[in-house]
């Protein structure tokens, strides 16, 4: 495959923002227009999804009566489609193209929401359930790590951890006002909240079809099994996943067990479950921006390592609460904690990628991230329904400990082109 430096690079079109328009803005430097074409597909995404999903097993578990462990069960099986479809979307997209997979996956994502709001409208098997959430799975998994490679191709590496900011703001809008169009209409069918879903989340085709194809314009040499696991020599890269999967086994709590915990054992309603992620929606906007500031001075490993740390304090704290008010300062600091991490997390794998395998580097980390995802909700469901919530909090903040070990600063070593400097 041709490498992306190589080959005459499109025109760039930058985006200056007024400072009497939008003066916040000014902290990102002047980026890609296309960066903030994909961003607004990344709000269109996120606010469809997150209108009804953070909510699912709340639905079946509250008012469907659905075993703890058996939902649990439903999102490891989620998060095993997800996690092996993540680790062949960079190598599926450097071979056909990365806009027709992304194009695909939301044209596919939005029938899924469809079929999900039929199904539990007319109270469908639990397995008929299931089977649509693995599908819904897979298609975001074949967004998201092609979506992160579009990115970086159109930002230089100074500019990346702002266009990875950029795109958690547009993901955080979304996770702003989709549980707040569900806390306002509380009192609508839930079933029926799928069906407004599906043609907004149609929406997000129309920017990701104006950005023309970012991958080398020489088609790609056969994929062998080979070129697939070549990262596992990568020793450097390999210690930063290992610490990922960790982080990523503790951060999958919050969107999969907090709704649960909240509900059964703090019994909490719908709309206050929902407020709570548009806390973390709301948050994330008014401060993403300054993290970048945070995130250049202490540099990626040092915002991983203090993210992955106040995850453990938040998480030990979530144990300890007794009610809704409590509750909200913890989902505050996890919040931030996130705010540190996840353009941080993106930024250190393009970093550490070869520059013809950023796709596939992001596809590796997609995969870890989705196996994380996996394993984190049945390990949350098994650890509160057998110990009490303190307990089981504590043990689920232990892995910020361990994130923090793996991320921590190391000198020396290379990666490819890239020394342990830049990915500081």
Not at 35 to 44: G, H, N, Q, S
Not at 59 to 82: C, D, F, K, M, Y
Not at 322 to 330: D, E, I, M, N, S
């Amino acid at each position: 495959m041709k490498d992306e430096e190589s080959r005459t690079p499109a025109p760039v079109r930058r985006v200056t923002i007024p400072a009497a328009v939008a003066p916040l803005l000014l902290q990102f430097p002047e980026l890609d227009s296309r960066i903030w074409m994909l961003a607004v597909a990344r709000f269109i995404v996120t606010a469809g999804f997150s209108v009804v999903m953070p909510f699912l097993a709340m639905h079946l578990a509250v008012e469907r009566h659905v075993p703890v462990l058996q939902i649990g069960v439903l999102w490891t099986i989620v998060g095993v489609s997800g996690s092996i479809m993540q680790g062949v979307a960079g190598e599926v997209a450097d071979r056909i193209g990365r806009r027709p997979v992304m194009i695909a996956a939301m044209l596919l994502r939005s029938l899924n929401l469809a079929g999900l709001g039929y199904a539990i409208g007319t109270d469908a098997p639990f397995a008929v359930v299931g089977a649509l959430c693995v599908i819904n799975g897979a298609m975001r998994a074949f967004y998201d790590p092609v979506a992160s490679a579009v990115v970086a191709s159109l930002a230089s590496p100074d500019e990346r951890v702002a266009a990875f900011s950029l795109h958690r703001v547009g993901s955080s809008l979304g996770w702003a006002a989709g549980p707040l169009v569900a806390t306002l209409a509380s009192s609508v069918p839930y079933s029926v909240l799928f069906y407004a879903c599906a043609p907004l989340t149609l929406l997000a085709v129309i920017p990701a079809a104006i950005i023309p194809e970012t991958r080398g314009e020489r088609p790609p040499k056969k994929v062998r099994v080979a070129d697939i696991v070549a990262f596992r020599r990568d020793r450097i890269f390999v210690r930063f996943l290992w610490a990922t999967f960790a982080f990523y086994l503790m951060q999958t709590q919050m969107y999969h067990i907090m709704a649960i915990y909240a509900a059964k054992y703090l019994d909490l309603t719908r709309a206050q479950v929902g407020t709570l992620f548009t806390l973390n929606g709301i948050m994330v906007v008014l401060f993403q921006l300054p993290a970048v500031r945070f995130i250049r001075q202490v540099g990626t490993r040092g915002a991983l390592v203090a993210g992955s740390l106040g995850y453990l304090v938040a998480y030990a704290a979530c144990g300890q609460v007794t009610g809704y008010l409590a509750l909200l300062p913890c989902v505050a600091l996890i919040t931030l904690c996130e705010i540190f991490s996840a353009p941080a997390q993106q930024a250190a794998v393009t970093a550490l990628a070869p520059p013809h395998r950023v796709a596939a580097y992001s596809g590796v980390y997609g995969l870890i991230q989705g196996a994380a995802q996996t394993v984190g909700p049945i390990l949350g469901t098994f650890l509160i329904a057998t110990f009490r919530p303190s307990v089981a909090w504590m043990m689920l903040a232990s892995l910020g400990l361990v994130a923090a070990w793996g991320y921590r600063p190391r000198p020396g070593g290379t990666v490819g082109q890239a020394t342990l400097t830049p990915w500081r």
